[in-house]
């Protein structure tokens, strides 16, 4: 069902690109016969260093597919591809950045290693610090390897430093006989989720809840927590911590495909940020395209939204900033915008203002809960 899944058959674009989920030793083998082909044209007759064609991760080159058989839709690459050239001098640390990351990852496959992508920055940066001087750098050149070999990061031994946690009617396992983590029992900061993708994929899930809220921020997360919102409508709650990482997201995606009569619903701040972590859940990221089809969810918008303004002091109401108006702005060239949603970002913007989820505490802190209450059983969501 999986293959059925991501098969371009059941979307309505057949452009689809993306990264195979592969075991350790064909990782391998794609890296030696991209190390192979480099050798086999520096020695020939007429040597020459082979450029790296990398699937472009613009958002030019991205597009969302909508399924026919599903009511996911997520953003997807198309075949087109950008090159590294070391012969190009504003290119060449890009080339060889490619390469190292290639080498570590070949190493950790042989011993059959995991690492963070924070544990292979300071690897690098005590190894070859004259390429590797942040860690953004390392971030782009682990998706660029990812782009040539076509396979998912975590199969080239690197998992992701998860920030989120998870709360409510959920019950886990890692295997049968092992402890069972209640996840109602966890306190306001919930359980944590682990970084380990292997780990959650066979995970072992129960719940009794029938709604899964997705949280932009820890503090209402917490605050949800607390209040045992979970017992006054049953389920789950969910929270990256701000924009999610790859392993939130990936437990959500895998809980959502667990549970299927579940809706999800995501409860972010008025504004393009907020907006933005939405469509990260929703569709994916550009950036990750290759892979969004592992982790995109039908995630639905409940609030805040502009018709919630009602509910908040004008004095409550936020300027936007400079940032806020690049990411809006981002957001209208992207073609993932659905047109409610592409309302909302307008409002946003004529009014130049934003609202924070903790503005409807002027109503007292127990009305945060039943404001998601009255909002799930009235259906008001998008």
């Not at 452009?15 to 794609?30: E, H, T």
């Not at 496959?109 to 544990?119: D, N, S």
């Not at 701040?269 to 990221?285: E, H, Q, R, V």
């Not at 009014?351 to 008001?380: M, P, S």
Request: glycine share 4%; charged share 20%.
């Amino acid at each position: 069902m999986a293959d059925l899944y991501k098969s371009s058959l059941f979307y309505s674009d057949q452009l689809l690109c993306y990264a195979d989920v592969l075991p350790r030793s064909q990782v391998q083998a794609r890296i030696e016969v991209a190390v192979l082909n480099f050798l086999k044209t520096l020695s020939s007759p007429t040597p020459a260093i082979t450029d790296l064609a990398l699937i472009n991760r613009r958002t030019s080159n991205s597009h969302v597919r909508r399924g026919l058989l599903t009511d996911v839709s997520s953003v997807f690459l198309s075949h087109s591809f950008c090159v590294r050239s070391l012969m190009r001098p504003n290119a060449a640390k890009a080339f060889i950045r490619v390469w190292k990351v290639m080498e570590i990852c070949y190493q950790l496959l042989i011993k059959g290693k995991m690492v963070t992508q924070r544990e292979l920055f300071y690897k690098l940066l005590s190894s070859s610090p004259e390429f590797f001087a942040s860690q953004l750098q390392v971030n782009i050149s682990i998706q660029e390897v990812v782009a040539l070999l076509r396979c998912s990061r975590h199969c080239l031994g690197i998992m992701a430093s998860s920030r989120g946690a998870i709360a409510g009617r959920l019950v886990l396992q890692k295997e049968p006989e092992q402890e069972i983590v209640d996840c109602t029992m966890c306190g306001s900061s919930g359980h944590a989720i682990t970084g380990d993708l292997n780990v959650l994929e066979k995970l072992i899930i129960q719940s009794d809840g029938r709604y899964i809220i997705v949280v932009e921020k820890h503090a209402i997360f917490q605050r949800l927590a607390e209040d045992h919102i979970f017992n006054q409508i049953p389920s789950i709650l969910v929270t990256g911590k701000g924009y999610p990482d790859i392993a939130t997201r990936f437990l959500l995606h895998r809980i959502s495909k667990t549970f299927p009569h579940m809706p999800l619903f995501a409860l972010v701040d008025w504004n393009p940020a907020g907006l933005a972590i939405l469509c990260t859940f929703k569709f994916g990221s550009v950036g990750m395209g290759l892979e969004a089809y592992r982790y995109a969810c039908n995630v639905k918008w409940l609030g805040l939204r502009g018709d919630d303004l009602q509910l908040i002091p004008e004095e409550s109401l936020i300027p936007l900033k400079p940032k806020d108006l690049q990411i809006a702005k981002s957001l209208m060239a992207s073609e993932i915008l659905k047109e409610p949603y592409r309302e909302e970002l307008e409002l946003m913007v004529s009014r130049c203002q934003r609202a924070e989820i903790e503005a409807l505490y002027c109503h007292g802190y127990n009305f945060l809960g039943k404001y998601i209450v009255e909002k799930i059983v009235q259906a008001n969501y998008i």
